[in-house]
């Protein structure tokens, strides 16, 4: 049965992604970042795939997506909830056996309050959003779940707000701040696991890597610097494809889809592909992306619907009912990136991925 849109991921992809970003660590453990849907090629399968090509650890955001990694069976592993977590959701995460990350004495003590738990201290070295950005304050914080019966002091972390912006200093400041108080917390807290790097980092500088990286958008073959991921030898594992639903031909003066925003200047024929913002396909496509039949980029004309889309297959038509779409993959020669679409849209590859909707259903391979 042909389905009018499907997310193919190829979880081969995620492994060999996995080990490529575990060739360029020495003795770091790689945590593989499986947070929102596994940025959208399912949380699930993603897990088994970085965890075959070496990963150690996982992280999520969300507590409910610790507690989804638990009830797949994903029993042996650490999963680090990586977010701020209401006094509900830390009730979630730590019947989970998630590690919860700290920077405030309070959650420290409710933590202590419902039994104990695993927590990672985050000092906020410049990304101002979670954690303390008073190293000592951040230090109290470590002491006072060390003297918590039943909680115990795992790591020391921060999180970088521009590793993916080549020749910022900024990276290096933060760098600095955090080499410096985690050497103090490793001298106070020995056999703490200490982890600062994303991907970017990861790849950018090994003086990030301490004992763990939280590697995310490499793992699923995106370039954290938003470049072609090939150079890096990273493979794209996520393929979004359709099929020609339609194709007509259009005279001149004709026009295809809401607002007349392609009206045909010569004879030409449109290809239907039951695709649109209803599946996550972005309606700044309009008139702003190609999609592969045939091996060929074809031009989206008109303007992207909730359910459907148009292309220019010209005259003749290069394209026939049944033939394959592909939104975002390769085909023959050509490719479509996801941060080919999302230069088109102004965004980041993760929200291309991230973007896709339920209604597209995923096959992992
Ligand atoms: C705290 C933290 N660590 C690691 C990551 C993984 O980042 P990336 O996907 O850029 O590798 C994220 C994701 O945004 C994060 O929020």
Redesign the pocket.
């Known amino acids: 049965m042909t389905v009018r849109a499907l997310a193919r991921v190829d979880l081969g992809a995620i492994q060999a992604n996995t080990r490529r970003l575990r060739r360029a660590l020495r003795d770091a453990q790689l945590?593989a970042?499986v947070?929102a849907d596994g940025?959208g090629h399912g949380a699930v399968p993603a897990a088994g795939a970085a965890l075959a090509g070496g990963a150690t650890w996982l992280?999520v955001?969300a507590a409910q997506e610790a507690r989804e990694l638990r009830d797949a069976g994903i029993d042996d592993v650490p999963v680090l909830v990586?977010?701020a977590l209401s006094p509900e959701e830390l009730d979630v995460a730590l019947a989970a056996r998630a590690d919860i990350?700290v920077w405030r004495p309070e959650t420290v003590a409710a933590i202590a309050a419902r039994g104990g738990g695993r927590v990672h201290v985050k000092l906020d070295t410049g990304?101002g959003r979670?954690g303390t950005r008073d190293p000592d304050a951040a230090l109290r914080v470590a002491a006072a779940a060390d003297a918590e019966p039943g909680v115990e002091l795992v790591g020391a972390?921060t999180?970088f707000a521009t590793?993916?912006e080549r020749g910022d200093a900024f990276f290096g400041e933060q760098l600095e701040r955090f080499t410096a108080w985690a050497g103090h917390m490793r001298a106070v807290h020995p056999g703490i696991v200490v982890h600062a790097?994303?991907?970017?980092?990861?790849l950018r500088d090994p003086a990030s890597h301490f004992d763990l990286v939280?590697?995310?958008?490499?793992?699923y073959g995106?370039d954290?610097f938003g470049e072609d991921p090939a150079p890096r030898d990273l493979r794209p594992a996520l393929e979004l494809s359709s099929w020609v639903a339609a194709v007509k031909p259009v005279a001149p003066g004709e026009s295809a889809g809401y607002g007349r925003r392609f009206v045909a200047e010569h004879a030409t024929h449109t290809a239907t592909v039951p695709v649109g913002y209803g599946d996550g396909y972005r309606r700044a496509f309009t008139n702003n992306a190609d999609v592969l039949v045939r091996g060929r980029r074809l031009p989206l004309v008109g303007t992207v619907s909730m359910d459907n889309i148009t292309l220019d297959a010209g005259d003749p038509p290069v394209a026939a009912v049944g033939d394959e779409a592909v939104l975002l993959g390769s085909r023959g020669g050509e490719r479509i990136t996801a941060e080919e679409l999302a230069r088109r849209l102004g965004t980041i590859n993760?929200e291309i991925t991230c973007g896709l909707l339920p209604r597209v259903p995923r096959s992992h391979a």
């Open positions: 945590c970042v947070k940025y992280a955001a990586l977010g990350a990304m979670l972390m999180h590793a993916d790097a994303n991907s970017a980092a990861t939280r590697t995310g958008v490499a793992i995106l954290p993760y």
